[in-house]
């Protein structure tokens, strides 16, 4: 584990009055949250709908953009479940055949462009963006906007669109394996995409690892008693005013899936967040059932002191781990 020596000085850096986004929990709290156990049909539920996402051609179309750094960039449009087609990227190596492939998702803003710090050299990378959500996968009748897109279709564990953006992870990682060839996966996604992988990883044994950036819908017993400034919030008002969904939400706990994720899995978890409350994002790292990496940041979704030494010391974690893992 990798960690902070001693606890920052939040009030320093944020003022005495913030809000305090430890929400009252140290570091020997946070290794010590428990995920919330699984549901009846938990695991029936997401094999099936992994199992109908893998049915689907995804029918990839590039269009070139150009070199950067040591890839080759291309806009890529490909089909995922639901009939929708969705955006994204492709980075593909300048030299030589791909030897890995990385699928990399994004927080609750979308993705505006691929950020390739972390790719190595030898790797494919697609860059999917989820259903609804800008700008590459806008879609006709989706809030775009987090706070409403988390909240899309959960009148039931059918319906509930995290189910369909899990489904398109599924779907890029067929994609990428249809431009690139049948490679080796390594999935990195950040916040919104941490969780969405935490959900999506048990079910497709294409990945051989994957790093989880403060990742969301961890520990919804604790999550819905805390309020924050992330798409939490307005679930949390939701379930307050509805709380048959707290059943739904059941079957979306990432801390829950992390409980089946048996493959090399690194997780970057803030001792501050006030978008992601800590003790999610630690329940996702202490429920992992296989080998398992911890690198505490100090923050979360806010800029801080020193945030850019931790933000390169990420990187070149998650690289390592890509070459101790890789097959």
Not at 147 to 174: K, N, P, R
Not at 237 to 266: C, K, M, N
Request: charged letters at 20%; glycine letters at 12%.
């Amino acid at each position: 584990m990798t960690t902070t020596s001693r606890r920052p000085p939040f009030e320093e850096w944020f003022g005495t009055d913030t809000a305090d986004a430890t929400y009252g929990h140290d570091l020997p709290d946070l290794l010590a949250v428990e995920p919330v156990p699984a549901p009846p049909g938990f695991d029936a539920f997401w094999r099936d709908l992994a199992a109908r996402a893998r049915e689907v051609d995804p029918s990839p179309v590039l269009t070139p953009i150009g070199r950067t750094g040591v890839h080759e960039l291309h806009a890529v449009r490909f089909r995922t479940t639901d009939g929708l087609t969705l955006g994204g990227w492709l980075a593909l190596p300048v030299a030589g055949s791909p030897e890995l492939g990385l699928v990399v998702s994004h927080g609750y803003g979308g993705r505006m462009a691929p950020d390739l710090a972390g790719v190595p050299a030898d790797a494919a990378a697609l860059f999917p963006v989820a259903r609804g959500l800008p700008a590459a996968s806008l879609i006709d009748g989706v809030p775009a906007v987090g706070a409403e897109h988390v909240l899309v279709g959960i009148g039931s564990v059918a319906t509930y669109i995290l189910g369909g953006c899990a489904a398109d992870l599924w779907c890029a990682a067929t994609a990428l394996t249809r431009l690139a060839g049948d490679l080796p996966l390594y999935f990195h996604g950040a916040s919104f995409g941490g969780g969405q992988g935490a959900l999506a990883l048990p079910w497709d044994d294409r990945f051989f690892g994957a790093t989880l950036v403060v990742p969301s819908f961890g520990q919804h017993d604790l999550r819905l008693r805390m309020p924050c400034t992330g798409s939490g919030e307005s679930v949390r008002h939701h379930v307050a005013a509805h709380p048959e969904a707290r059943e739904v939400l059941r079957f979306f706990d990432a801390s829950t899936s992390a409980t089946r994720i048996t493959v090399p899995t690194r997780v970057e978890a803030a001792l501050w967040d006030p978008a992601v409350p800590p003790p999610g994002q630690f329940a996702v790292h202490n429920g992992l059932a296989g080998p398992k990496e911890l690198y505490v940041r100090s923050a979360g979704h806010t800029e801080y002191p020193g945030q850019d030494r931790e933000d390169a010391e990420c990187v070149a974690g998650t690289l390592a781990h890509i070459a101790t893992h890789r097959r």
